[in-house]
């Protein structure tokens, strides 16, 4: 059995599924559904499409590079039959799995601590500007001690960094 990748959103085709497209100078597409099929009819480019894994890739949201994604290449060569090899075969893919998979949650997390931090900075900052709306100001006058400590800040992305001292 034979499963296929869909020409534009990279997801498998089972046997007796989808729709081929085969073009002028003999290529075929194979889609696994009619939403592939006509985005690839109005031209649209996969790695521009949000939900296609090639926009996923591109955008560093998925694995790009990785060791397991080798076992996953089409191969057309006749293998003989040998009961041992295959038996081998199918506890390795068991093994490529769990690695596959603990990888991708690392991947995950990667991204995520990231997003954590600047979510903090972002949030500190907001507090800092609109600090009259948690406290009044007629209060923050009287006693300045409700004011927050001023912190380092340093902003990344080329910009210059910013410092603000302790007072």
Not at 47 to 57: D, E, G, L, S
Not at 74 to 86: A, F, I, Q, S
Request: net charge positive.
């Amino acid at each position: 059995m034979r499963i296929e990748k869909c020409w534009f959103c990279s997801s498998t085709i089972y046997p007796g599924h989808g729709i081929q497209f085969v073009r002028n100078d003999a290529k075929i597409f194979r889609f696994c559904r009619s939403k592939c099929h006509k985005n690839f009819k109005m031209k649209r480019n996969p790695r521009k499409v949000k939900w296609t894994k090639a926009y996923r890739r591109l955008h560093g949201k998925d694995m790009t590079q990785d060791s397991t994604f080798e076992f996953e290449r089409r191969r057309n060569r006749p293998e003989r039959y040998d009961r041992n090899v295959t038996e081998n075969t199918l506890k390795a893919i068991k093994t490529i799995d769990k690695v596959r998979s603990r990888r991708e949650a690392k991947h995950i997390e990667r991204r995520k601590k990231g997003k954590e931090a600047q979510q903090t900075r972002e949030a500190v900052k907001e507090l800092e500007q609109s600090i009259s709306l948690v406290k009044a100001p007629a209060v923050l006058r009287v006693d300045p001690s409700l004011t927050l400590p001023k912190i380092m800040v340093k902003v990344s992305q080329g910009q210059e960094s910013q410092q603000r001292m302790e007072e």
